[in-house]
């Protein structure tokens, strides 16, 4: 693609003139998980990047020049300006692995094992296509939905609340007999994007009334998983006020 395609007169000048990485985003948890991990890279090798903020209730995001980023139409978008011509990124997933391979060296937050790989692979996709599509469901059900339509509500956090049983099968080591700290990886396993894919959606339980606080004494090992990454400054950072809208 050239960039003369990638870039017209109504995009926005500082995702046209950005320089390096540029995100579009809006702080939701999808936003969250590549906010997170640049944040994490920040941490770990300085990189950089800038950020334009998108209110995805204006529909900016089905706009011509957004089309052209990201035919979805969906924030997040990563562009990697640094890239000749620019290359852009959709699908929250693809953008982290994309980061991980281009600037993540050392794999410090992936695996150079490939089985090791595999399994984060494996717990990225999980939430990638069995997760955040069903907790997303709650969400619009419960807040955006012109009516209450109590089988839908049930019916997505029925299956939100399995999903997180799958989680607390895998931390718990139910079948293993390997308690883990974090998804992936040998032993205890080790913070990797497959926790920062999941983290956002998953430590925002409390943010849906639909779940209790009963629901959720049946994920022990997952409740702190939770506490466990929001003890890292990078992870507070990438859902923090840098990222909201009219801050
Ligand atoms: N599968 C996509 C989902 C992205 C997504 O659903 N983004 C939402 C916000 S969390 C959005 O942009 N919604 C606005 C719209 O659909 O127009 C990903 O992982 O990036």
């Not at 991980?100 to 089985?115: A, E, P, V």
């Not at 931390?171 to 497959?194: D, F, I, N, P, R």
Request: hydrophobic share 35%; with cysteine.
């Amino acid at each position: 693609m050239s960039s003369h395609n990638l870039y017209t007169d109504e995009t926005p000048d500082e995702v046209k003139n950005a320089k390096g990485l540029h995100l579009i985003t809006m702080n939701t948890p999808n936003g969250q998980a590549v906010q997170v991990f640049l944040e994490e890279l920040k941490d770990a090798y300085g990189v950089d990047w800038t950020t334009t903020l998108v209110d995805i209730r204006t529909n900016d995001q089905k706009k011509d020049w957004f089309l052209r980023l990201d035919p979805n139409g969906r924030i997040p978008v990563l562009v990697d300006n640094n890239q000749s011509p620019p290359f852009p990124s959709m699908e929250t997933s693809a953008e982290i692995l994309y980061l991980l391979k281009q600037y993540d060296k050392k794999d410090m937050f992936g695996f150079s094992d490939d089985l090791e790989r595999n399994e984060c692979l494996q717990w990225m996709f999980f939430w990638h296509g069995s997760g955040a599509p069903y907790q997303g469901q709650v969400n619009h059900f419960t807040r955006a939905a012109p009516e209450k339509i109590q089988y839908a509500i049930d019916r997505f956090k029925n299956e939100t609340l399995r999903v997180f049983g799958v989680l607390e099968i895998q931390l718990s080591g139910k079948y293993t007999g390997q308690e883990k700290e974090y998804l992936a990886g040998k032993g205890k396993g080790m913070y990797s994007v497959a926790d920062i894919k999941t983290w956002p959606w998953v430590k925002g339980w409390n943010t849906n009334p639909a779940f209790t606080e009963e629901d959720m004494k049946a994920f022990p090992n997952l409740m702190k998983w939770i506490d466990r990454i929001a003890e890292r400054p990078a992870a507070q950072r990438g859902i923090g006020d840098a990222y909201a809208l009219n801050k």
